[in-house]
Nanobody, 119 residues
Framework: QVQLVESGGGLVQIGGSLRLSCAASGSISSIYAMGWYRQTPGKQRELVARIIGGASTNYAHSVKGRFTISRDNAKNTVYLQMNSLKPEDTAVYYC?????????????WGQGTQVTVSS
């Protein structure tokens, strides 16, 4: 059974930085696409950033140039470096791991970590 455990959320001032980590336990290989999503009350969960393998990345338009996703396959960990944070980045951030060929069968979520950006 795969488990994803996020850490690194918290309260930060506008313009500040945070780094989220997501550690995967169980059978997660480098083939899995890993990503970060976020959700605010009353809204759908949205993709923030995703990394496939070690180098292919894509980002939501709203975070391009401010957030960076990376992964350490040896540690089964994915990171999200968030800089120049804005109040609209406030959300619960969720880690996701999905097998690119079997997304209906192998699709895992973490429990979420709260990020709050305030003045």
């Amino acid at each position: 059974q795969v488990q994803l455990v996020e850490s690194g959320g918290g309260l930060v001032q506008i313009g500040g930085s945070l780094r989220l980590s997501c550690a995967a336990s169980g059978s997660i290989s480098s083939i899995y696409a890993m990503g970060w999503y976020r959700q605010t009350p009353g809204k759908q969960r949205e993709l923030v950033a995703r990394i496939i393998g070690g180098a292919s990345t894509n980002y939501a338009h709203s975070v391009k140039g401010r957030f960076t996703i990376s992964r350490d396959n040896a540690k089964n960990t994915v990171y999200l470096q968030m800089n120049s944070l804005k109040p609209e980045d406030t959300a619960v951030y969720y880690c996701n791991a999905v097998h690119p060929l079997l997304p209906s069968t192998y699709n895992y979520w973490g429990q979420g970590t709260q990020v709050t950006v305030s003045s």
